[in-house]
């Protein structure tokens, strides 16, 4: 089964915290921090040479403790019982980093393995990623921004130890079958993405999907390179059919249509400096704001959110409704404002 797009791998930052040595870096900086300052204090205190601070400084901050050439003044024997309790706990965090980085190194591929049947073993309400190219990849980042549960399968080896590389749960396989699927917990997966290159497949493991959980609660998003494609994914279940051609050739006419438009929602469907976001609010039936007005509910919880959408259980949608309407159970509110603000918001329409 061909894959979309480009290699996935992207070399990480040495700082990246999904960078398994991360907190072996750390450590090492803190080490060498906690040596230039027992130079700096040994120098200072008691006017050492950069030599001989720096082996009394080794010396304390190991404790191996050979005899000093003098005798420390009182501030210096201070300065060394700080000193020590640095280096105890430096050389404790260095030697659980050192461990940790090592045992994933080199931990077997059977353990490695185990603790991830585990984990996608729990998952539940989670999405389901079918290719990890660029395309499988970026969703799977906005998957992390957004705190959603998610896991890869990909039948392409390479890719699928990158995915893994890149601490993402991954299962190798072909997503066209249904034990791989079955493997991804698809019975209590919330929603499916596929992304593979060919229209073929996408069609496909969209059907397997489908024939698994035919109940309409769990959605499938699929890709169609070809518009050919469309009618056929639809057919065979997909809820949503995405182009990536026609997206974008839609984004570019935008743009030179009406860029300041354009300019406008990206600002608000992406990440920007004031925080604010479009977001989708769903209310529960048992939600305390169920026959409370939009005034009323701004009013209680002292939100400055703006409502510009609603779309109700019938599939219905209003669009900039009035402060008089209704919140009914199921409706989907599009709320517009701050982090913050949206989290107020969704927090007032939580069931207690």
Not at 121 to 127: A, F, R
Not at 188 to 194: E, F, G, I, M, Q
Not at 258 to 270: C, K, R, V, Y
Request: some cysteine.
């Amino acid at each position: 089964m061909s894959r979309e797009g480009d290699n996935p791998n992207r070399t990480q930052s040495l700082f990246d915290e999904r960078n398994p040595r991360f907190k072996l870096y750390v450590s090492l900086i803190i080490l060498m921090l906690i040596l230039a300052t027992g130079v700096v204090g040994y120098n200072v205190i008691e006017g050492y040479s950069f030599i001989d601070a720096l082996f009394l400084t080794a010396i304390t901050v190991s404790t191996v403790g050979y005899g000093l050439k003098r005798d420390l003044s009182p501030e210096g024997q201070v300065f060394t019982i700080a000193l020590i309790f640095l280096g105890l706990a430096s050389i404790g965090f260095i030697g659980a980093s050192v461990a940790e980085s090592f045992f994933h190194r080199f931990m077997p591929t059977a353990i490695k393995g185990r603790r991830m049947e585990n984990a996608i073993k729990n998952l539940g309400d989670h999405v389901i990623i079918c290719g990890f190219g660029r395309m499988g990849r970026l969703i799977a980042e906005e998957c992390i921004k957004k705190g959603r549960k998610y896991v890869v399968v990909e039948q392409n080896s390479e890719y699928c130890d990158i995915a893994i590389k890149m601490n993402h749960l991954c299962i190798r396989g072909s997503a066209t079958e249904d034990e791989t699927l079955e493997k991804a917990n698809i019975r209590t997966a919330s929603s499916l993405v596929s992304v593979v290159h060919a229209d073929a497949d996408n069609v496909y493991i969209t059907l397997t999907a489908r024939g698994i959980r035919p109940d309409r609660a769990f959605k499938i998003i699929a890709r169609a390179a070809d518009d050919a494609a469309v009618s056929k994914l639809r057919r065979a279940g997909a809820d949503r059919i995405v182009s990536p051609y026609s997206v974008g050739a839609r984004r570019i006419a935008w743009s030179i249509l009406d860029p300041h438009l354009a300019d406008f929602f990206d600002f608000i469907l992406t990440d920007n400096e004031f925080g604010v976001k479009l977001q989708e609010v769903h209310v529960s039936v048992n939600s305390p704001a169920i026959g409370k007005s939009l005034s009323e509910l701004a009013r209680d919880i002292k939100t400055n959110v703006l409502v510009i959408g609603r779309k109700k259980m019938d599939g219905t949608q209003e669009f900039n409704p009035s402060g008089q309407m209704s919140i009914c159970g199921g409706d989907i509110l599009f709320v517009l404002g701050n982090g913050t603000q949206c989290s107020h918001f969704v927090t007032a329409l939580k069931a207690n």
